[in-house]
């Protein structure tokens, strides 16, 4: 079996749901749940006995030894983080206990795990870390795209952290020999994801004619990578991934925010019950140290797997929405009171 962490959040149920359905392997799944994290994602596989649920932290070492001495899995997938800028610029202790310590800490267990292994075995092991491409910092409008040899320069505590997990991987490699692979992705979109990033929280705004809060002027750029196809490139980076090499994953659609977000409210526009979302645009304060830019190159992965992704930013955006249109029980279920809580906060200037 495969040892997925993460697996209750966005990226991570979007894998764990596409893994079972195309590989058909057993997950053992470990998640802490938090507010990020929600078991709902993965309703269609609760009486499916491929998929092991553990309520639990990457922190936790008597925990994880206890899970892979039991489950013996072949391979980590590490997606458990803390994964929202704006939460780590109002508090980044979480994103320095999790990211850092916590991948450290998974690290060094599945270390002393892989260590006692039979040679074939340790040989087959994969370790792959989901790390991002925030890492490399920002982008000026005619800056080559990053590749996987641009230098590291994180701007935010969450970069930051994912940074500092990203060179704990890449030691635990050079220094033990742990056969790891690295992915940096760029900004998944797409269903289940919760609606604090760009697109859900647009939608879900627009579907309650509320303001869709543009921070500054809205032409930092983004590339926007549909989740199904980031789930296809990881699942050929763990079979065919060269160890100790990382690879980057892009979607090849650079988008302006305020593009997307007009582009957002002309597709809700075919679909809801007719009104002009697009008045709706309010353009806000902008986020501290907000990166300008970010686009990958990712010829290595093409070049080397010949992965490329299926879906533009138009045929993904219009799954995306058709999505959220037709789970309103899902929305309803995410959208609490801690999240309302969250809103208040983030968005405390727009709001007055
Ligand atoms: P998410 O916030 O939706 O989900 C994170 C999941 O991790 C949640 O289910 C949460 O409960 C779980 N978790 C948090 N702390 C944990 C801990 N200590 N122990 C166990 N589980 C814990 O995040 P996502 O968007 O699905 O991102 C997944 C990974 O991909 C992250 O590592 C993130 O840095 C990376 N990434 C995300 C994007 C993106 O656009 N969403 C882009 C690049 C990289
Ligand atoms: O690039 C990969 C990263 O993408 C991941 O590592 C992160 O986990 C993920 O959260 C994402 O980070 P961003 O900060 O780029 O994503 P977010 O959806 O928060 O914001 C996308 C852009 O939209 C960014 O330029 C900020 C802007 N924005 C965001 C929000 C939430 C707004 O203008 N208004 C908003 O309300």
Not at 62 to 82: D, G
Request: aromatic residues 10%; glycine residues 8%.
């Amino acid at each position: 079996m495969i040892f997925v962490t993460g697996g209750a959040g966005f990226i991570g149920a979007n894998f764990v749901l596409d893994w079972l359905a195309q590989v058909d392997e057993p997950v053992l799944n470990l998640d802490k749940l938090t507010y990020a994290g929600n078991l709902g994602n993965l309703s269609p596989l609760r009486n499916d006995p491929r998929h092991v649920f553990v309520r639990g932290d990457i922190g936790d070492r008597k925990l994880l030894q206890r899970l892979l001495a039991l489950h013996r899995p072949r391979a980590i997938v590490n997606f458990a983080a803390e994964s929202h800028v704006d939460r780590s610029i109002h508090g980044p202790a979480e994103f320095i206990d999790t990211n850092v310590v916590g991948t450290f800490t998974l690290l060094d267990a599945v270390r002393a795990h892989w260590s006692e292994l039979a040679l074939a075995e340790r040989e087959a092991f994969r370790f792959l870390h989901v790390s991002t491409d925030e890492v490399y910092g920002s982008l000026a409008p005619d800056d080559p795209a990053f590749k996987e040899s641009t230098g590291y320069a994180p701007n935010s505590p969450y970069s930051a952290s994912k940074a500092a997990s990203d060179h704990l991987v890449r030691a635990y490699h050079h220094t033990y020999g742990l056969p790891t692979l690295t992915t940096h992705c760029s900004n998944n979109y797409g269903p289940l994801q919760f609606p604090e990033k760009l697109i859900p929280l647009m939608i879900v705004n627009a579907l309650a004619g509320k303001p869709l809060p543009v921070y500054g002027d809205g032409r930092n750029v983004r590339d926007w990578l549909y989740v199904g196809d980031h789930c296809a490139a990881l699942r050929m980076v763990l079979a065919k991934g060269r160890v100790g090499q990382t690879y980057n994953i892009g979607g090849n659609a650079e988008r302006a925010n305020i593009d997307v977000v007009q582009t957002i409210c002309r597709v809700l526009g075919k679909h809801a019950a007719a009104r002009d979302y697009g008045s709706l645009v309010t353009f806000v304060q902008d986020r501290p140290g907000h990166d300008r830019r970010y686009a990958i190159d990712a010829t290595k992965i093409r070049t080397e797997f010949g992965w490329l992704p299926a879906e533009t930013f138009e045929s993904g955006l219009a799954r995306t929405v058709k999505w959220y249109l037709d789970h309103s029980e899902w929305l309803r279920a995410v959208t609490s009171k801690e999240y309302q809580n969250w809103i208040s906060l983030n968005y405390a200037e727009a709001e007055a």
